[in-house]
């Protein structure tokens, strides 16, 4: 077997989870300045004291923005604007920048130490390790089994099924692996530095996704895969 294979992929899926994906083509040239002017400005909050305001933003960014693009027309409209590849294209462009910036949103708000959550210190970094290996883990692992087009909810864009449902990997004992278990890394962050205001934030990303879920995800779902 080569090696060589399982480990760019999984190169590859955490590179696409983390915001950026290596098959843009043309689009990496807007792409990756994007991804640094997101760091630029999660700096300029961080020294300008608008750490709170700035993870907010990327919330409603992240949450806000992704409900809009797939629960209304706006999809409909880039579709027949610039056509399904391009426009597919775009969208992996402005969900990947999304899902960056959430995660730096997550850093900044756990970086506020108004109100800390003392913790010993072999406790906070157990909870560390287990909540990374856990929450990234298993959100990986799915991943891995559904491929990253799933990840960026190309059926949702796309309005059409990507096949069978999976009942292999976390599929099998998890309903929903990547929402539930899968966020319990966004947790980390706060608890190495006992910020309540970034485990609050990271509650707020949970419930997020959940909302974003209920409201325009599963009823997609009960229309398109479940209306047999």
């Not at 406790?123 to 929450?135: A, C, D, E, N, R």
């Not at 991943?143 to 099924?161: A, M, Q, R």
Request: charged fraction near 15%.
């Amino acid at each position: 077997m080569n090696i060589l294979k399982p480990m760019w992929k999984a190169f590859d899926i955490a590179l696409a989870m983390s915001g950026l994906r290596l098959d843009a083509g043309r689009y990496l040239f807007a792409w990756i300045p994007l991804l640094g002017a997101s760091v630029w400005l999660g700096y300029q909050a961080k020294i300008s004291g608008w750490l709170v305001e700035y993870a907010i933003s990327t919330w409603v960014f992240y949450y806000v923005g992704i409900s809009l693009i797939l629960g209304t027309r706006i999809k409909s409209v880039m579709l027949e604007k610039f056509g399904e590849n391009n426009a597919t294209k775009l969208y992996d462009m402005i969900c990947g920048l999304m899902f960056f910036n959430i995660g730096l949103g997550v850093a900044a708000a756990a970086l506020h130490y108004d109100a800390v959550l003392p913790m010993p210190t072999a406790i906070k970094w157990s909870l560390f390790v287990l909540l990374t290996v856990v929450g990234f883990g298993i959100k990986f692992w799915a991943t891995w089994i559904v491929g990253i087009n799933t990840y960026y909810f190309h059926d949702l864009f796309l309005e059409k099924s990507h096949g069978e449902y999976t009942a292999r990997g976390p599929y099998r004992r998890l309903a929903n692996p990547m929402y539930g278990v899968g966020n319990f890394h966004a947790y980390c962050p706060a608890l190495i530095t006992g910020s309540l205001i970034g485990l609050s934030f990271a509650l707020a990303c949970h419930m997020g996704i959940y909302a974003f879920y209920f409201i325009v995800e599963k009823p997609f779902i009960r229309r398109i895969y479940q209306s047999d």
